[in-house]
Nanobody
Framework: QVQLVESGGGLVQAGGSLRLSCAAS????????MGWFRQAPGKEREFVAA????????VYADSVKGRFTISRDNAKNTVYLQMNSLRPMDAAVYYC?????????????????WGQGTKVTVSL
C-alpha cells in the first residue's frame, strides 16, 4: 500500500503564495506520475498539475500555468506544489495522487492512490 499525506494548506490573501507538500510512504512505486487535483465546493474535482517521478516532466492545467509549480524531491519522497499569485478561484481542497498505470496525467481515473486533501482558502 501507498500512503500520501498532504500538508501546507491554509488561509491566504489574494495575490499571496502557499506551498503544498505531499509525503509518500509505504510500497515503493516504479516511476509513478504524481499529480495534484483540487475540488471546490459544489464542483467536480479537477486536474491541477502532474510530474513524473523520474525525469521530472511536468504538465499543468491552463488555469494555473505560470502561477503554480510542481516539483518533487526523490530523496524525501515528497511532491510539492508552489502556488503563487493565488486567486479566490483557487480556493479548494487540494489532493495529491499517484498514478502507476500511465496514461494521460490529467485523467483522475488513472490515479491509484489519493491523499486525504488539504484545504486552501483565498480571501479578497
Amino acid at each position: 500500500q501507498v500512503q500520501l499525506v498532504e500538508s501546507g494548506g491554509g488561509l491566504v490573501q489574494a495575490g499571496g503564495s502557499l506551498r503544498l507538500s505531499c509525503a509518500a510512504s509505504g510500497r515503493t512505486l516504479s516511476n509513478p506520475v504524481m499529480g495534484w487535483f483540487r475540488q471546490a465546493p459544489g464542483k467536480e474535482r479537477e486536474f491541477v498539475a502532474a510530474v513524473t517521478w523520474i525525469g521530472g516532466s511536468t504538465v499543468y492545467a491552463d488555469s494555473v500555468k505560470g502561477r503554480f509549480t510542481i516539483s518533487r524531491d526523490n530523496a524525501k519522497n515528497t511532491v510539492y506544489l508552489q502556488m503563487n499569485s493565488l486567486r479566490p478561484m483557487d480556493a479548494a481542497v487540494y489532493y495529491c495522487a499517484a498514478n502507476t498505470r500511465g496514461g494521460a496525467p490529467q485523467l483522475e481515473g488513472r490515479y491509484d492512490y489519493w491523499g486525504q486533501g488539504t484545504k486552501v482558502t483565498v480571501s479578497l
